[in-house]
């Protein structure tokens, strides 16, 4: 539909009336200031949550914990180790 | 911080999350209004206004600044909000959609009014039977009062397209209200 088409289409008796009758249906409508409220509060409180635990926040809990991890494991072979040595040593000794 | 433009605000919100309740208040009549002409109901929306809001929470740290408005962003994520329970209801139960519907007007309404009433409920059934594309044209022009212009910045067209799918629209509509009269006459 060309650009004069069109225009002529939206001058049609019956394309103004349906246009007259959209305008009269579709009016702007309001949300309860008691819904608007209370959501408002719901997303401050989330978007605070998300604050606490925002991507660096939770980077660094997972860097922390990863290096906890780490040392954990580490101490662990260790500690076998030690032990391992020790009840070496002692079956040596009592040999 | 209410004279802030969007994109300063929600730069801003992004080092205080708080501050979305600046970009929600600023939107949350608009969402609104785009739900209760999607659906026709108060209940759904103010539950698909919620989810709406909660899901561009959710991704608000991904959001990008591509040149469309703010509100292009939240529209997209009522579209797809409206769209999934549009879907869940229609596997759930086999009633019409026009029934679930129907404007629940609130209040007393005087008998004269009734007869206007009735025709502007069969008008938003059938424009809630158009694609939902059409429907958030007619809704930002009719509802909304924006211009072509403005509608293209949102649904990401060119002025002459938004005024061609207008048009296109408008011949859709009249041929569902004509189906409808003729299934009525029957």
Known sequence: MDELESEAYLQQPSVVELTARLRQAMVPVEPSAAFVRSLGRELVAASRRTRRLSPSVRRGILIGAAALGSVASVAGVLTVVLLRRRSHLGRSVAG | ?186
């Not at chain 2, 009014?113 to 424009?127: D, F, I, M, Q, W």
């Not at chain 2, 429907?135 to 072509?148: A, D, H, R």
């Open chain 2, 1 to 186: 911080m209410e004279n802030l433009s969007d994109s300063e605000l929600i730069a801003r919100a992004r080092e205080e999350p708080e501050l979305f309740g600046l970009l929600y208040e600023r939107y949350v009549a608009q969402i609104y209004r785009y739900h209760y002409y999607r659906t026709g109901d108060v209940q759904d929306a103010e539950d698909l206004t919620a989810r709406t809001f909660y899901r561009a929470l959710q991704a608000f740290p991904r959001y990008e600044d591509r040149g469309y408005p703010f509100v292009a962003w939240l529209y997209r994520i009522a579209h797809n909000v409206v769209a999934n329970m549009l879907r869940d209801r229609s596997r759930r139960s086999a009633v019409p959609l026009e029934a679930v519907a129907t404007i629940a007007a609130p209040g007393w309404e005087p008998h004269a009014e009734t007869e206007r009433r009735e025709e502007n409920e069969s008008l938003l059934a059938a424009v809630r039977r158009l694609p939902p594309e059409r429907q958030q044209l007619l809704i930002l022009k009719f509802v909304e009062g924006m211009s072509n212009a403005e509608i293209g910045r949102i649904l990401g067209r060119t002025e002459g397209a938004v005024k061609s799918l207008y048009h296109r629209t408008l011949i859709a509509l009249r041929e569902e209200l004509a189906d409808e009269r003729k299934g009525e006459a029957r």
